[in-house]
Antibody, heavy 122, light 107 residues
Framework: EVQLLQSGGGLVQPGGSLRLSCAAS????????MTWVRQAPGKGLQWVSI????????YYEDSVKGRFTISRDNSNNMLYLQMNSVRVEDTAVYFC???????????????WGQGTLVTVSS | EIVLTQSPATLSLSPGERATFSCRAS??????LGWYQQKPGQAPRLLIY???SRATGVPARFSGSGFGRDFTLTITSLEPEDFAVYYC?????????FGGGTKMEIK
């Protein structure tokens, strides 16, 4: 069974940093692209970032480019999102998710973590 | 950036009825569209990808159609567990984008 277990959310001050983690199990982690999607309170879904299976390629939504860094550790089946220079508008539940297809990503996401709340406030 | 506009914002229906959700893209995205279901406090669930392919384990009452700019998700004969928010997502062009969602509530 595919499982994505998230950790690392919490309260952070504007301008601060936080790292989100996503522990994967039940599938061949190193074969799948992985993504982060967020959802502000009461709002819709917003894609944040994606990393390919090897970790060599990543893409970001414009508002987080230069502030957030996605990474992965394939030897330990871990996905990360390093969030620097956070803003109030980064407040959201952050989900990690797995691409539907191995090796050649399709950019649809069929397994999701439980979500972790990040609150940016002074 | 491709903008996805979903309509209606809210759909009020009864169990057993047919539900139709619309998603319109700001430019052509071929068949590069997925649909997700999200229930309160839960992560999204992939229902449909490539406009019309059902994801693993999704019941046959869910179907998708469309090409280019206009897409439809249809649920025939609603079950009580189908009442949720539905989002479309395009993967044609970076950045990946989601529609604003349609909330389906029990009438």
């Amino acid at each position: 069974e595919v499982q994505l277990l998230q950790s690392g959310g919490g309260l952070v001050q504007p301008g601060g940093s936080l790292r989100l983690s996503c522990a994967a199990s039940g599938f061949s982690f190193s074969s799948y692209a992985m993504t982060w999607v967020r959802q502000a309170p009461g709002k819709g879904l917003q894609w944040v970032s994606i990393i390919n299976d090897s970790g060599r390629r990543a893409y970001y939504e414009d508002s987080v480019k230069g502030r957030f860094t996605i990474s992965r550790d394939n030897s330990n089946n871990m996905l990360y999102l390093q969030m620097n220079s956070v803003r109030v508008e980064d407040t959201a539940v952050y989900f990690c998710a797995k691409d539907i297809t191995a090796a050649s990503p399709d950019y649809y996401f069929d397994s999701w973590g439980q979500g972790t709340l990040v609150t940016v406030s002074s | 950036e491709i903008v996805l506009t979903q309509s209606p914002a809210t759909l009020s229906l009864s169990p057993g009825e047919r539900a139709t959700f619309s998603c319109r893209a700001s430019q052509s995205i071929s068949s590069s569209l997925g649909w997700y279901q999200q229930k309160p406090g839960q992560a999204p669930r992939l229902l449909i990808y490539d406009a019309s392919s059902r994801a693993t384990g999704v019941p046959a009452r869910f179907s998708g159609s469309g090409f280019g700019r206009d897409f439809t998700l249809t649920i025939t004969s609603l079950e009580p567990e189908d009442f949720a928010v539905y989002y479309c997502q395009q993967r044609s062009t970076w950045p990946l984008t989601f529609g604003g969602g349609t909330k389906m509530e029990i009438k």
